[in-house]
């Protein structure tokens, strides 16, 4: 069953990649309070850039990934987690060698379960994820792209109840 999941989520990416303008490929692996995280996804950079002066500036891109998660409990669940996301990242003017970032988002979120595990009942399939992360740009055109992020799963109290889901995830993204 996990094997299936994992592939009907990259054959999912390949299916929509031709139907969107792309410009990289994104994959995450992560988890925390023993729920496990296999993310892959789609990025569209931003062409607009904001406080450029000095040495820093503030730019960003749309993010589409779908995961998959899966809780270590012996009664836990798996989900399928479809996310959109507008990321905004601040970043040096410079392109090229190795240059540090931050990232700071906003996500939303559609699971396939809401229930994964007694410790994880997140109340609804409909969640928000606020994320921050961090990371470094490198390659000749800053095309490889190795990042730490913090996301945290909540519907804001809308539904009881809302135990919420922390995750840290390791990020590799390859832009073209």
Do not use: C
Request: hydrophobic share 40%; charged share 15%; no cysteine.
């Amino acid at each position: 069953m996990k094997n299936s999941a994992i592939a009907l989520l990259f054959a999912g990416l390949a299916a929509t990649a031709p139907a969107m303008a792309v410009d990289g490929y994104i994959v995450e692996i992560g988890g925390a309070s023993n729920i496990q995280s296999l993310r892959a996804g789609m990025i569209r950079q931003w062409t607009e850039q904001w406080f450029p002066e000095g040495h820093w500036h503030l730019t960003g891109y749309w993010e589409a990934t779908l995961a998959y998660l899966n809780s270590d409990d012996h009664k836990g669940k798996s989900a399928a987690d479809a996310s959109f996301a507008p990321v905004f990242r601040f970043r040096p003017n410079a392109l090229g060698g190795a240059q540090p970032y931050w990232d700071l988002a906003l996500g939303l979120h559609l699971l396939s379960t809401q229930k994964l595990d007694a410790k994880h009942d997140l109340g609804s399939p409909l969640q928000l994820a606020p994320l921050v992360g961090v990371g470094v740009t490198f390659g000749e055109k800053s095309q490889y792209d190795l990042g730490y992020r913090f996301q945290h799963l909540t519907n804001f109290g809308v539904k009881e109840p809302d135990d919420g889901l922390s995750l840290h995830q390791v990020r590799l993204t390859y832009l073209y």
